[in-house]
């Protein structure tokens, strides 16, 4: 039968087994803090109460409710943290079953959850806002420079890929009817060819490049490796962000979309060119993006109040 341990008792007792231990002091530090935060959270942070617990009454539902927590607090952990945070009480449960303190180990059956893919970053509205404040004044300067305006204007509204962008010409723009015609030569890609809408702030943006730049063949004469170090160092600095990419405003410009729930799933897979599994796994980040702006939002109103 299993020794009847208090949970302070245990953390003591742990303790001294983690001292024993061949770890590495850093590693030691890690699981003992982990393991705490598991007890601050059981606990409420009322040092009575571990006193009063004992290991017998910890179940694995202890341990996924910790887990989700950790998930969901603000400034929440990277899934390698919370994979550690796992991996520390099933070290902890596991001395306490071998030590015979537990009948049974509740944490043996909890797996590991698979990492998901890190979200894309994407721009606030503030931010997008400073972004176009930069990049229309770079357009305007003694010495100017059309195509960030002209760019960061068009995927913003738009969502077009970097070599959609790229691979745009003088013809595939009608600033007359407003439109951008994403074309594919490739018979297989010919799904993703579309015609976007355009507003009459990137038609301006569109057309003072233009005829400033006379292109030819090409709308942008630029490789996009260069035009993201202009990005980086003549339009990010100054809006107060550490990086700006094509990335970053084709999501910028997914979420809003997602966010404003005007379209239905079938436009806004048409609308960034996607093939329908394409669209799921862009569809399933928008939906954590969503959660995660919407938190974020509500942490800042709270902290004006």
């Avoid at 024993?20 to 393991?35: C, H, M, Q, V, Y």
């Avoid at 013809?171 to 809408?197: C, I, M, N, T, W």
């Avoid at 962000?241 to 079938?266: I, K, P, Q, V």
């Amino acid at each position: 039968m299993a020794e009847v341990l208090r949970l302070d008792e245990a953390l003591a007792r742990y303790a001294v087994h983690l001292r024993r231990r061949p770890i590495s002091e850093n590693t030691r530090k890690a699981f003992w803090g982990d393991l705490n935060l598991f007890v601050r959270f059981l606990t409420h942070g009322d040092g009575a109460a571990v006193a009063r617990m004992r290991v017998s009454d910890l179940r694995a539902d202890h341990i996924r409710a910790f887990l989700e927590h950790e998930e969901r607090r603000r400034g929440a952990n990277s899934p390698k943290s919370l994979e550690r945070r796992l991996t520390s009480l099933k070290v902890f449960f596991r001395w306490l079953h071998e030590s015979g303190y537990l009948a049974h180990d509740p944490a043996e059956g909890i797996p590991y959850r698979p990492a998901p893919e890190p979200l894309p970053a994407y721009l606030t509205d503030a931010q997008a806002e400073a972004v176009m404040r930069v990049a229309h004044a770079l357009a305007h300067a003694p010495k100017p420079d059309t195509r960030p305006w002209a760019i960061i204007q068009l995927i913003l509204e738009t969502g077009v890929k970097k070599s959609e962008c790229l691979r745009l010409t003088r013809d595939d723009v009608d600033l007359g009817e407003r439109l951008v015609h994403v074309r594919y030569a490739e018979q297989r890609l010919k799904f993703k060819e579309r015609s976007l809408p355009i507003s009459r702030e990137c038609v301006e943006a569109l057309r003072t490049h233009i005829e400033r730049t006379q292109p030819i063949g090409r709308l942008f004469t630029c490789t996009g490796r260069n035009l993201e170090y202009i990005f980086n160092r003549r339009i990010a600095p100054e809006a107060g962000l550490s990086s700006l990419t094509f990335e970053m405003l084709r999501w910028t410009c997914a979420l809003r979309d997602y966010r404003a729930g005007e379209m239905h799933a079938e436009a806004m897979q048409h609308k960034f060119g996607l093939s329908p599994v394409g669209w799921s796994e862009m569809e399933a980040k928008l939906v954590r993006l969503l959660a995660q702006a919407r938190a974020a939002s509500a942490d800042a109103q709270a902290e004006r109040a």
